[in-house]
């Protein structure tokens, strides 16, 4: 059910939802330094995939927007709305007992100008 639900794939949203509005700024990654790999300090051909970006090199970054007097700007989007996976981000720690689902992974969902964060569970990938 988690699998498919990755950058660049159409959802549809399940239910109404409420989000504060967030603003999205790219940042250089910085567990690779934009190099977009990990290299392994003891042996420098041990080269892998940056977990913290997934090899992009860069990582996206959402920031709360609240108005002129500190308070959060509240962004409605209804049931049926349909968007763009921009991101998903684990919420949470785990270990061998408890694992990620569709509870614990935020989705960040593109709508033309707009974007919305919500839990898998109220999804659904759009084939
Ligand atoms: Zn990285």
């Given at each position: 059910m988690?699998?498919?639900?990755?950058?660049g794939k159409s959802v549809t949203l399940t239910k109404d939802i409420k989000n504060?509005?967030?603003?999205f700024i790219e940042k250089t990654c910085t567990s690779c330094k934009g190099a977009g790999k990990w290299i392994n300090s003891f042996n420098?051909?041990?080269?892998?995939e940056c977990f913290g970006c997934g090899s992009a090199g860069k990582v996206l970054i959402?920031?709360?927007?609240?108005?002129?007097r500190g308070k959060p700007v509240w962004?409605?989007?209804t049931k049926g709305t349909v968007g763009t996976i921009k991101k998903t981000l684990v919420t949470g720690k785990f270990n061998s007992y408890t694992?990620?689902?569709v509870n614990?992974?935020?989705?960040?969902?593109?709508?033309?100008?707009?974007?919305?964060?919500?839990?898998?569970?109220?999804?659904?990938?759009?084939?």
């Open positions: 988690i699998d498919g639900f990755v950058a504060q509005k967030k603003e420098e051909e041990d080269v892998r959402g920031l709360n927007v609240n108005d002129e962004e409605r989007f694992k990620p689902d614990n992974i935020e989705v960040f969902v593109e709508v033309g100008e707009r974007s919305f964060h919500t839990k898998i569970s109220n999804l659904e990938l759009k084939e």
